[in-house]
Each structure stands twice: as C-alpha cells, then as structure tokens.
C-alpha cells in the first residue's frame, strides 16, 4: 500500500548537501526533514500530495507504478528520474533542474477529458484506491497544483525530489 508522497524543490544549498549524503539513511533522514520544515511548505518548496501520487503516476504513465513506465516529460513527474535509495519501503527520486521545465510544460498541456478516461481506466486494475467522481476531482486537483510546482522549480532553476513511503 502506499503512504504519503512529497515533492520538494531544493535550493542549491540542499542538493549539495543532499549529493554528499552516501548512505540511504542519512538520505532518508535529510529528506524527511526537509519535507517537515515549515519555511519550506511555506515557501511552496514542498507539496504534500498525501496518497494522490499513485493515481497522479499511473494517469501520466501505463497505468502502473512502474518508475519506467510511459514516456518523458510525464513519467518524471513522480516516480521518474534518478533513484536516490535501494530500500523497499521509501521511495527517493531525483528530478534534474534541466528536466522540470519540460515536466512543467507537460503537465500545462494536460486535459482534464483525457486524464478522466485514464482516471476511470483503473476500475479493476492493481489499482486498489476507490475510482470515482469525487476521488478524480481531487487527483486532479492536486495535479493542478503539481504543475504550478513544476513551474515555480524550473522558473529557479531547482531540481526536484519525490519521496514517498510504502506501508505493508
């Protein structure tokens, strides 16, 4: 089952401390810590998309969880781009600076008709989360504010990291 995910911009600062880190607890640690700091979810340098991240993935990609599923820009959105850690039960995913205008773009040319077909596609899947109105709109949604993110971290140049936990 999946938990919480997060997407966190981080400033240069952050990503060298992040690129000296070696071990995945220390990576997990500093990323935790981040995502908690309320200067950054204030900034909007953290987005908190709960468990919205899996249909979010799986609307942009094949329908899976998959990390190299579907096609880029899309597929880096969540789960794409480089793995941080090697552990089972939390997810660290790198987004380059270069990529998130693209990702940005991307997302902005996203139709809401067209993520509505694949949202309800899921009926039946590996997909185990309910599929309906009220849980589209707020996927949706949350993708809205995924693209302003997006947006904010290409216009400062800012890698991106996804983290999520994975719970039995």
């Known amino acids: 089952?999946?938990?919480?995910?997060?997407?966190?911009?981080?400033?240069?600062?952050?990503?060298?401390?992040?690129?000296?880190?070696k071990d995945d607890a220390s990576i997990r640690k500093f990323l935790d810590e981040l995502a908690a700091r309320p200067d950054m979810k204030k900034s909007g340098r953290v987005l908190e998309t709960g468990t919205l991240w899996?249909?979010?993935?799986?609307?942009l990609t094949d329908?899976?969880?998959?990390?190299?599923?579907?096609?880029?820009?899309?597929?880096?959105?969540?789960?794409?781009?480089?793995?941080?850690?090697?552990?089972?039960?939390?997810?660290?995913?790198?987004?380059?600076?270069?990529m998130t205008r693209f990702i940005a773009d991307a997302l902005g040319e996203l139709k809401e008709e067209e993520i509505r077909k694949k949202f309800f596609a899921l009926q039946g899947t590996s997909y185990q989360r309910p599929v309906d109105e009220k849980h589209f709109m707020e996927m949706w949604l949350m993708l809205q504010n995924l693209k302003v993110f997006f947006e904010a971290?290409?216009?400062?140049?800012?890698?991106?990291?996804f983290t999520a936990q994975h719970q039995a």
């Not at 899996?54 to 609307?59: A, K, L, M, Q, T």
């Not at 880029?72 to 380059?96: C, E, M, W």
């Open 54 to 59: 899996d249909p979010i993935h799986r609307c």
């Open 153 to 161: 971290a290409a216009e400062n140049l800012e890698a991106v990291v």
């Open 1 to 21: 089952m999946v938990g919480p995910g997060y997407h966190i911009a981080l400033a240069r600062e952050h990503a060298k401390t992040l690129f000296g880190l």
């Open 63 to 98: 329908g899976e969880l998959d990390p190299a599923g579907g096609e880029f820009p899309l597929n880096h959105a969540v789960l794409g781009g480089k793995q941080l850690l090697k552990g089972s039960d939390y997810t660290a995913v790198l987004i380059r600076p270069d």
